[in-house]
């Protein structure tokens, strides 16, 4: 009697930890409402089962179980609650997955004591726990999850499908899992193997398409900079200009004073202040490529605020014989890295060289600096111990091989200097 109340309670709060997680994996509220619903199909599709049972047996209906119970909640998730089919498949493949969690449990408990009420008792509240924790903890996070695209769902469900079909070709629908066939449980590990290979290559794809936008981010936030920073100097230009233009007048009478007292030497003296105040009013252009040239205006500026002279011969067009973002990129990570080297150095000693070119349509890129603590190479590439450094030097060298291009890392005399050709 006891055995037989055990096994109902456990059929039943399997099937409701079934249905009701499906729908919360999914972001189905917690509410009354919501529950009231869910539990009414657990209703029918109990009522149905219990049916089923009385007509075709027990053996027949774990076989199609799907039918009474996995089909109806899926019509319910898309038709009613309009999640999409992916999506709702996939979460009802978790929830499946996750019962697995009292059915260990409960034959470990089985294999200990030998009794078959201890088996149902087990999963009845291994299942009651499981839920609650589920609930509380996991069920927000796969909510944001199951709203990916179909690609990424794909990934994401491919392990639940797997053992769900797994599960029941060996178990429901033949004995294939317990006949001592040894391919038959090394198949999942298998197919464990092969979501987690599909998962590296996904989740590389992914990682190389975030970079490339917070690049993109990041060479657009300089050009702003850049543009900002232009306005300033050209509204400053023209107040000089303008100072210039009142002044002109007063510069004509000084000079002409100073030459009529044949002091030529003075003459010449003021002329070249006043040369100099004509040249301060001049923006910098390094070349004619609107985003070379915002990269380089923007770390000119960093440069000064860190008290950082450099050295700058570039002479491109305005087209690059390759991609002008991956460029920029390249360019950015180098300067950045640059920066950082010479900021452990004492002002006197701090400098950078830039050399930009274009020889028979390649792109030649040379940058020194000297360094406080020589790098440590390894397949000519810099590398270190502190974390969190090392990430521009790789993707220097990632982008670098993306344009089918050339790297060199060496030191020369205390300074490291880095040469691209593309």
Not at 44 to 73: A, K, T
Not at 208 to 217: D, G, L, V
Not at 353 to 359: G, Q, R, V
């Amino acid at each position: 009697m006891i055995l037989e109340i055990l096994t109902y309670t456990h059929n039943i709060t399997t099937m409701l930890f079934g249905i009701f997680l499906s729908a919360f994996f999914l972001g189905v509220k917690k509410d009354r409402t919501n529950v009231g619903k869910l539990l009414l199909l657990a209703v029918i599709s109990g009522g149905l089962y219990m049916v089923c049972v009385s007509v075709l047996g027990p053996e027949m209906v774990d076989q199609i179980y799907p039918l009474i119970v996995h089909v109806p909640l899926l019509l319910m998730l898309v038709l009613y609650y309009k999640f999409r089919i992916l999506p709702s498949l996939i979460s009802i493949f978790t929830a499946y997955l996750c019962c697995q969690c009292s059915n260990w449990m409960g034959l470990f408990v089985l294999s200990v004591t030998g009794k078959e009420w201890c088996y149902y008792a087990c999963r009845i509240v291994v299942t009651l726990v499981v839920f609650w924790v589920l609930c509380r903890y996991v069920c927000q996070t796969t909510a944001m999850l199951l709203t990916k695209t179909n690609r990424e769902l794909l990934l994401i469900g491919s392990l639940p499908l797997v053992y769900y079909i797994f599960d029941y070709a060996t178990t429901k629908f033949s004995s294939l899992l317990y006949t001592g066939n040894r391919a038959v449980p090394e198949f999942l590990g298998f197919a464990i193997c092969l979501s987690y290979l599909i998962f590296l290559l996904v989740y590389f794809r992914e990682y190389e398409m975030k970079s490339k936008a917070e690049q993109y981010n990041e060479l657009i936030r300089m050009q702003m900079n850049s543009f900002q920073a232009e306005m300033d100097n050209t509204r400053k230009s023209e107040k000089k200009m303008s100072i210039l233009r009142h002044d002109t007048r007063h510069h004509m009478a000084v000079l002409r004073t100073l030459i009529q007292q044949g002091d030529c030497e003075k003459a010449l003296e003021y002329l070249n202040e006043v040369s100099q105040t004509y040249d301060d009013t001049v923006i910098k252009a390094y070349c004619r490529n609107e985003m070379i040239n915002s990269v380089l205006s923007t770390y000119n500026t960093r440069f000064e605020e860190q008290k950082i002279p450099w050295d700058t011969q570039v002479t491109i067009g305005e087209k690059l014989p390759c991609s002008e973002m991956m460029f920029c990129a390249i360019l950015s990570n180098v300067l950045e890295n640059a920066m950082h080297a010479v900021q452990e150095l004492p002002e006197r000693r701090r400098r950078i060289e830039l050399s930009l070119s274009e020889k028979a349509g390649h792109l030649l890129l040379m940058v020194k600096n000297p360094v406080q603590i020589m790098p440590v190479f390894t397949d000519g590439i810099p590398v270190t111990e502190r974390s969190g450094h090392g990430l521009g030097v790789r993707s220097i060298v990632y982008y670098v091989e993306k344009l089918n291009g050339q790297y060199q890392f060496r030191m020369e005399d205390e300074e490291f200097v880095v040469r691209l050709i593309f």
